[in-house]
Structure formats: structure tokens, C-alpha cells
């Protein structure tokens, strides 16, 4: 099966603009789950979908929003870019299995505000 | 929230010498908790989860609830156990994870 696939792998914005990521699942999975990866804070839980809703949030202003689709694909919106919301977005699909879930991480896309 | 502290930036050993990650959470029932590890220019992966017990390239972990630590742990290290090491903990009822900060370890000949 293909791995998780993020698109675009790279992408620079300036300040007050908006962007949209979109991460397309493993064939199967019904998760997805947003994070948010900085020199200075690591890994950090944006929000966790499953069957076009959204199940977890994490603790990120409502700039930071996302939605799914019928066919499990997410995007990720953030409005109003701050230079602070430069990093690396991941994200990661999931599947159940009989010792629990594992989640497959996508390569991510690099955010650069400028 | 659902806390998980790795204390240590980076761990430099060399290579044959036993190796130690710490990882500890913040207690709160019955926690799930994972190994993550991204090697350079690679994904983040699964290494191992304590649910399972298992050993995956040498590499062990056990949950002590007493001291609420996960730590990981391989009696040999190898020059290709470089790379950065996360330990994760579920968050809630859904698939979403908690993060450490990382650890770094450096396997040097």
C-alpha cells in the first residue's frame, strides 16, 4: 500500500495570508490526526478526525482548523499566518488492530512564514 | 493534561555500550504508551508500543507504573540506533498522541 502522502511538501507565506494543507491516507484508514512540529515545542497534537469528524483538539488558537472528506482525505486550514506558526506539519493516518491502533506518519509539509 | 517528560536532549554512547532513554508521564489511569523513532531524511515510525511487550532491533521498554516512567532501553547499541527518539502516550479516546520533546542519541564507533 501507499504510505501517507502530504501535499505540498514545501511552502512559503507571508503574514496575515491563509494556507491549506492536504494529507491523503493509507488505502483503508479512517483517522487522520494533525501535528504540529517546532525546534522549540516538538510535537505538538493539532485535531484527530475519523469519519468526517472531528474527534480530538488540541490546545491551537481557531486559526488552526481542519475537516475530512467522505474518502478519508484531510486538509488543514490556518488563517491569518503568524511568523510563529512556521514548522513542519504532520500528518498520520490510523488503523486497529488487534494490539491497538499504529499510527503511519506522512513526510510532512514544511510551513515558511515570512 | 496527559504529560510526557524525556529529559534528555541527546544521548551520545558509544557503539556496544548499553543504552538508556528516559521517558516519564504524568499519571493518569491506565495509560497507553509508544516508542516513536525518526531516522535521518526518514518518517517518523512506530518502534514499539508497551501494550505488545515486544523487542523491535534490540530495542525494550517497560511501563513501571510505580515511577510512571517507559523507558527504553537496548543492551548493545549500534552506530545505526542513531536517530531521534520520541516517546508518545494516547490521548483520550481517539488516536491522538501526546508527544515528548525527543531525545537525540548519537552512536558513536
Known amino acids: 500500500k501507499a504510505g501517507v502522502t502530504q501535499t505540498p511538501r514545501y511552502l512559503i507565506k507571508t503574514r496575515g495570508q491563509q494556507v491549506t494543507l492536504s494529507c491523503s491516507p493509507i488505502?483503508?484508514?479512517?483517522?487522520v490526526s494533525w501535528y504540529q512540529q517546532t525546534p522549540g515545542q516538538g510535537l505538538q497534537f493539532l485535531f484527530e478526525?475519523?469519519?468526517?469528524?472531528?474527534?480530538n483538539k488540541g490546545n491551537f488558537p481557531g486559526r488552526f482548523s481542519g475537516r475530512q472528506f467522505s474518502n478519508s482525505r484531510s486538509e488543514m486550514n490556518v488563517s491569518t499566518l503568524e511568523l510563529g506558526d512556521s514548522a513542519l506539519y504532520l500528518c498520520a493516518s490510523s488503523l486497529p488492530t488487534s494490539l491497538g491502533e499504529t499510527q503511519y506518519f506522512g513526510p510532512g509539509t514544511r510551513l515558511l512564514v515570512l | 493534561a496527559q504529560r510526557v517528560t524525556q529529559p534528555e536532549k541527546l544521548l551520545s554512547v558509544f557503539k556496544g555500550a548499553p543504552v538508556e532513554l528516559k521517558c516519564n508521564y504524568s499519571?493518569?489511569?491506565?495509560?497507553?504508551l509508544f516508542w516513536y523513532v525518526q531516522y535521518s531524511r526518514q518518517r517518523l515510525q512506530l518502534l514499539l508500543r508497551?501494550?505488545s511487550r515486544e523487542s523491535i532491533k534490540g530495542f525494550t521498554a517497560d511501563l513501571n507504573k510505580g515511577e510512571t516512567s517507559f523507558h527504553l532501553k537496548k543492551p548493545f547499541a549500534q552506530e545505526e540506533d542513531s536517530a531521534m527518539y520520541y516517546c508518545?502516550?494516547?490521548?483520550?479516546?481517539?488516536?491522538?498522541?501526546?508527544f515528548g520533546k525527543g531525545t537525540s542519541l548519537l552512536v558513536t564507533p
Open positions: 499519571y493518569s489511569g491506565s495509560p497507553e
Open positions: 508497551h501494550i
Open positions: 478526525y475519523f469519519s468526517e469528524t472531528q474527534r
Open positions: 488505502s483503508g484508514h479512517r483517522s
Open positions: 508518545a502516550r494516547k490521548n483520550g479516546s481517539g488516536y491522538a498522541l501526546n
